[in-house]
């Protein structure tokens, strides 16, 4: 395959050439990297890296290949993609495409032939910031100012974008290496819940159904009186609200319905912006990290059993200290001492910063899928 030149601006004022491969064209977006040292697929199928271009430290990407079971939601969400070194022809007999066409087909786009470990060290003293990257425009100044008239991640609303239009019932169990297929869903407890889509993984709805819940994926625009009535009379047992992509400060009516349940006392489980979200409806806003947490090996310590477990991470923001006013810390990162996980005490709530899901990483965590289905 024949890699055209792409040149790189960001916001800091450096400036770069590399190849592309994927989606040929303009596009603006996060840097962030991501240490996990395999699972690209899942990442940049992760709807909560609309927005961002991810820079992966693993330095081979590519070589087994994609395929459709492997993808976390229906679509690439990620801006792009930066890799040191592209394998452009898989080797892996689950592989049915390259990365390079599935970015294509997605209108992500695909940058190697650069030191990744140089934009990892700018990243990890800096932080994250904004860039561009074309391959249509090749002058620093013009990518410049196209980079200044381009909206800030923090001031996009995403979930509108990655999240479901129309309610469904999620079927799949988790994926059984023996037979090369998902599991279906066990439905056998006898309870029911709703998961609400602010740009959901396929891992997360599976873990939730191989608990033995019926799940029902809702869009993010849900009416909490509707959730509540639907509670009242025992048709549901309880709430999700999932992962998602962006700024949570912005989503201001999200927090609003999730304040009513508060009050309601549905019980809720939140994973990462779900978590984000229950701190800022009980009236603690999260706050951004200088360092965003990208990748498959952050230790993080139950503070229930004192046990260290090694977890899947993807946020830039994080809940204040503040909220330990009415919840109980359950969770810490051990990297950073930032609050991993929350157990409020004015209802029967709880949540992760953390994926316990992984995909990709580690299932250390997997237990707090149960530990939500024990609790309705």
Not at 28 to 54: C, H, K, L, R, W
Not at 222 to 247: C, M, Q, T, V, W
Not at 251 to 279: D, N, R, T
Not at 287 to 313: D, M, R, S
Request: contains cysteine; aromatic residues 8%; glycine residues 8%.
């Amino acid at each position: 395959m024949m890699l055209k030149p792409v040149w790189i601006y960001l916001e800091n004022g450096v400036f770069l050439e590399a190849k592309s491969f994927g989606f040929e064209g303009s596009k603006t977006g996060e840097i962030v990297f991501n240490t996990s040292m395999s699972g690209y697929q899942e990442i940049m199928s992760d709807p909560s890296y609309a927005g961002q271009f991810v820079v992966f430290t693993m330095p081979e990407i590519g070589i087994v290949g994609c395929n459709d079971d492997d993808m976390e939601s229906q679509s690439i969400h990620a801006s792009g993609m930066f890799v040191r070194s592209l394998n452009e022809m898989p080797s892996n007999f689950r592989a049915t495409e390259d990365l390079p066409s599935l970015l294509k087909k997605h209108h992500s786009m695909g940058i190697c032939e650069i030191d990744t470990r140089y934009l990892t060290k700018m990243i990890r003293d800096g932080g994250p910031q904004m860039m561009i990257a074309s391959t249509e425009v090749s002058d620093k100044e013009k990518l410049k100012e196209m980079l200044k008239n381009s909206p800030r991640i923090e001031e996009v609303n995403y979930i509108e974008q990655v999240g479901t239009k129309k309610s469904y019932l999620h079927v799949k169990g988790v994926w059984n290496a023996e037979t090369q297929s998902y599991n279906p869903a066990l439905n056998n407890v006898g309870k029911k819940i709703v998961a609400v889509d602010f740009g959901i993984k396929r891992n997360i709805l599976n873990e939730l159904c191989a608990t033995g819940l019926e799940v029902e994926v809702i869009p993010h625009d849900f009416s909490a009186d509707e959730i509540i009535a639907r509670y009242k009379k025992g048709e549901i047992h309880g709430l999700f609200l999932s992962n998602g992509p962006g700024d949570p400060l912005i989503l201001k009516k999200e927090a609003a319905q999730i304040s009513i349940l508060i009050e309601a006392k549905v019980p809720m489980f939140g994973i990462c912006l779900g978590h984000q979200l229950l701190s800022i409806a009980h009236g603690h806003p999260t706050y951004k990290l200088k360092f965003g947490q990208h990748g498959g090996n952050h230790p993080v310590k139950n503070t229930k059993t004192n046990i260290v477990e090694i977890t899947a991470q993807n946020h830039n923001y994080n809940v204040p200290e503040s909220v330990c006013s009415i919840a109980k810390v359950t969770h810490i990162n051990l990297f950073d001492n930032t609050i991993e996980g929350l157990e409020y005490n004015d209802a029967p709530i709880f949540s992760v910063q953390h994926h316990p899901e992984a995909s990709p990483g580690p299932h250390e965590s997997k237990y707090i899928f149960q530990e939500f289905a024990n609790r309705l």
